[in-house]
């Protein structure tokens, strides 16, 4: 498979791009909930958040407005660490990720579980600043940027499929980046 998905190009830099303003930080009075069909809901504060085991990942990322960048070094939770604390129930198919200012983001728990989806809180060595989703964002690098949801404050693992803020809008729940799927049609 190529590295690039068709009809995306290759930059260096990490351009910006979000619905909304940018939210403010505390770590003093931030948390991070996962609840929904689990048998162990959790709430963290953010330094319980970085006690928990730490992987390092990197992985390219592919933005659905047309740009790619190779090699981006995170670090945070896997996302099947995560599950493993929280235990999903048998009847648990797929996972909600709330972020501030409304966003959402559902993805099947198949798709969350690989090896390469973490929840970031640092990106090339650096705390994840503010503007590409600190304190803490979704990655999930087989999919469009769009699923990463950036500011992610809660997880909420359901039976059924919920689209998410752009699904809503038009964009596609698939979100493959080697198919094209941009957009729902």
């Not at 047309?66 to 981006?72: E, L, M, P, V």
């Not at 996302?79 to 129930?89: E, G, Q, W």
């Not at 501030?100 to 969350?112: D, F, M, N, R, V």
Request: charged share 30%; proline share 7%.
């Amino acid at each position: 498979m190529p590295r690039l998905p068709p009809n995306q190009r290759l930059t260096t830099n990490f351009p910006v791009l979000h619905f909304g303003k940018v939210p403010e930080f505390d770590s003093k009075t931030w948390d991070f909930r996962v609840e929904g069909l689990v048998e162990n809901p959790v709430r963290l504060t953010y330094d319980e958040l970085l006690a928990l085991e730490k992987t390092v990942d990197v992985s390219d990322f592919h933005c659905v407005t047309g740009w790619s960048r190779f090699d981006n070094k995170w670090e945070g939770i896997r996302f099947s660490d995560l599950a493993k604390l929280v235990r999903p129930k048998s009847n648990a198919r797929f996972a909600t990720i709330e972020a501030e200012g409304g966003y959402t983001t559902s993805l099947a728990l198949s798709e969350l579980m690989e090896p390469d989806v973490i929840l970031a809180y640092n990106f090339e060595g650096k705390p994840l600043e503010p503007l590409h989703g600190g304190p803490l964002r979704l990655v999930v690098p087989k999919k469009y940027a769009y699923k990463c949801a950036k500011w992610v404050r809660k997880v909420v693992f359901t039976e059924k499929k919920e689209l998410g803020f752009w699904e809503q809008r038009g964009y596609s729940d698939s979100a493959d980046p080697w198919k094209e799927e941009r957009y729902s049609y």
